[in-house]
C-alpha cells in the first residue's frame, strides 16, 4: 500500500474541529431548550374586551373630551390585545377618568432684529399641556386594576395652530395610558 499524498495543513484539523463544536452547541440551544423570552404587559386572561367611556372635562376646552375619547378608542384596545367591548355593562373592562389641566403658554419670544426701533417681540412657540386621571376597572370583578391621578401630556405648537399642540398632548396621554396599563402585569 503506497502512503498517501494527501496531508492535511495544521490550521485544517483546527477549523474543522472549531466547526464541529460550534454546529453541535447551536444544536442543543435550539433544540433543547425550552426558555424563551416573552414581551411583558397585559391583561388578566378573563379580560378580553374593553370599553372607554368619555372623560368627564373640568376644563374649558370642550373639544378636548372628544379628542381624548376618539384617540383612547383608536389605540388602546389593539394595544392592550383587547377587542372594544359594550359600556352598558357587557365589557370586561372599562377605562374612565376625568380631564383636570389644560394649560397653554407661550415657551419662545423672537427679539427684534434692531434694538433702536421699540417693536414688541413676536411669540414663535406655545406649549399645551394636559393632565388627565384615569382608571382601568374590571368589570366582572369589580376590581381596580390601574389608576393614575397624574397623567400628563405635552405638545408645542406655533401659533395659531393650537389643534396641532392638543393633537401631540394628546397622544402621549394615550401611550402614557396603555404604557400604565401593561406596567401591572
Not at 413676536?122 to 390601574?146: A, E, F, P, Y
Request: net charge positive; aromatic share 6%.
Amino acid at each position: 500500500m503506497k502512503p498517501s499524498r494527501f496531508r492535511p495543513r495544521p490550521g485544517r484539523r483546527a477549523a474543522v474541529s472549531l466547526l464541529a463544536g460550534t454546529a453541535a452547541a447551536g444544536a442543543l440551544l435550539l433544540g433543547g431548550c425550552s426558555y424563551g423570552f416573552s414581551g411583558g404587559g397585559g391583561f388578566p386572561a378573563a379580560i378580553r374586551t374593553i370599553c372607554i367611556e368619555p372623560f368627564d372635562n373640568q376644563t374649558d376646552h370642550t373639544e378636548l373630551t372628544n379628542e381624548l375619547f376618539t384617540a383612547l378608542n383608536g389605540k388602546v384596545p389593539g394595544a392592550l390585545g383587547l377587542r372594544q367591548g359594550d359600556c352598558k355593562g357587557g365589557a370586561d373592562a372599562v377605562i374612565k377618568g376625568k380631564i383636570v389641566r389644560y394649560d397653554d403658554s407661550a415657551t419662545n419670544y423672537s427679539a427684534n432684529a434692531n434694538p433702536t426701533v421699540a417693536v414688541q417681540p413676536t411669540q414663535q412657540t406655545n406649549m399645551v399641556q394636559v393632565t388627565i386621571g384615569v382608571q382601568i376597572i374590571d368589570n366582572k370583578r369589580n376590581v381596580l386594576l390601574w389608576e393614575s391621578q397624574g397623567v400628563q401630556g405635552m405638545g408645542s405648537y406655533n401659533p395659531p395652530n393650537d389643534a396641532v399642540g392638543r393633537k401631540l398632548a394628546v397622544d402621549k396621554i394615550v401611550q402614557a395610558v396603555i404604557d400604565g396599563a401593561q406596567s401591572q402585569w
